[in-house]
């Protein structure tokens, strides 16, 4: 099955600085990568995704790269804000068949004001 | 509109007791999902359903049963409680075709003792 692994599992920035946050993945035939949040209480929270026929995806200050032949994806968070501050989760999966995410284990986000 | 609910969101049960979390969305969604959360693991997917009457298992079935009789319902009943499934279990939805993103319910914490 699927094997999504997440670094680093911390991570503290200056507010205004950027963040990155790596996953690799194992199943070369996933083929949709989420990246959630995830704030204390709360439930995930979908921030931006990107399907494996595309090598970047932008929203704002959130962007995702995908590296197929690699099999690793990224988040990037561009002039962090301390609402930035949260745990965030990516993940992995073939968008047929039982379509479940395969999660990495989190990296929690501290942005420093 | 309510999008996806889950209740109790707190409970706490002794060792050996049946233990029924419930998920509920409104829109419809064939998919749904549950997943448990530790500390160390990330999210890992119990069950999930394809639809009302099909349900299969996921990463960590052992100690749990799911049942789906109506789209928009999706209880998750630990049949005897033990100390090891205290977690915070997600339910979450996802629509069949077109998009593929899971939405999640704000979770239930369960404590067993």
């Known amino acids: 099955g699927e094997n999504v692994e997440q670094h680093p599992s911390t991570l503290s920035v200056q507010e205004g600085d950027s963040a990155v946050i790596k996953c690799t993945y194992s199943?070369?035939?996933?083929?949709?990568f989420p990246w959630y949040k995830q704030e204390l209480g709360k439930g995930p929270q979908l921030i931006i995704d990107?399907?494996?026929?595309?090598g970047e995806k932008k929203d704002q200050r959130i962007a995702v790269t995908l590296n197929k032949t690699a099999k690793h994806f990224s988040l990037h968070i561009t002039e962090t804000q301390p609402e930035d501050s949260a745990v965030y989760f990516c993940?992995?999966?073939?968008?047929?068949?039982?379509?479940?995410?395969?999660f990495g284990s989190g990296t929690r986000l501290q942005v420093q004001p | 509109d309510a999008g996806i609910t889950q209740s109790p969101r707190y409970k706490i049960t002794e060792t050996g007791r049946q233990v029924t979390l419930m998920c509920h969305q409104t829109?419809?969604?064939?998919?749904m999902f549950w997943y448990r959360q530790d500390l160390g693991h990330g999210l890992r997917l119990i069950y999930y359903?394809?639809?009302?009457?099909?349900?299969d298992k996921g990463e960590v079935p052992d100690g749990y049963v799911v049942s789906r009789s109506k789209t928009e319902n999706f209880p998750l009943t630990l049949e005897s409680a033990t100390r090891s499934q205290t977690s915070v279990y997600f339910c979450?939805?996802?629509?069949?075709?077109?998009?593929?993103?899971?939405?999640f319910g704000p979770g239930t914490r369960l404590t067993v003792t």
């Open positions: 359903s394809a639809a009302a009457d099909i349900t």
């Open positions: 829109w419809s969604h064939s998919y």
């Open positions: 990107i399907r494996s026929n595309v």
């Open positions: 979450a939805s996802s629509a069949r075709t077109g998009v593929y993103e899971q939405y």
């Open positions: 199943d070369s035939a996933s083929n949709y």
């Open positions: 993940a992995a999966t073939l968008d047929t068949g039982r379509r479940a995410l395969t």
